[in-house]
């Protein structure tokens, strides 16, 4: 059974940062494609970053473009969203997806976390 953990959400003032890391189980990521995806209240999920770690692929959504980065560790089957420069609008529940094919649309992802919060206060 593959399951995906998310940690390191928080509260954190604007122009800060943090990191979220996705701990997967029963598969290794490195064999799939992962992504982020943030769902603020009353809004849609919306996809924030892909990675393809075989080949190293990656994908931002405009709006984190330059302040985010996404990346993994292999020993820990454990990928990471460093979020610095955090802005009010960062505010949501971020989760994180495991996927067959690399793309920012939700509905290709089987595999998602329970989410963690991210509030940025300004």
């Known amino acids: 059974q593959v399951q995906l953990v998310e940690s390191g959400g928080g509260l954190v003032q604007a122009g800060g940062s943090l990191r979220l890391s996705c701990a997967a189980s029963g598969a290794s990521f490195s064999n799939y494609a992962m992504a982020w995806f943030r769902q603020a209240p009353g809004k849609e999920r919306a996809f924030v970053a892909a990675?393809?770690?075989?080949?190293?692929?990656?994908s931002f959504a405009d709006s984190v473009e330059g302040r985010f980065t996404f990346s993994g560790d292999n020993a820990k089957n454990t990928v990471y969203l460093q979020m610095n420069s955090l802005k009010p609008e960062d505010t949501a529940l971020y989760y994180c997806a495991l996927g067959s094919r690399f793309s920012r649309r939700p509905n290709e992802y089987e595999i998602w976390g329970q989410g963690t919060q991210v509030t940025v206060s300004s």
């Open positions: 990675l393809r770690w075989s080949v190293y692929l990656t």
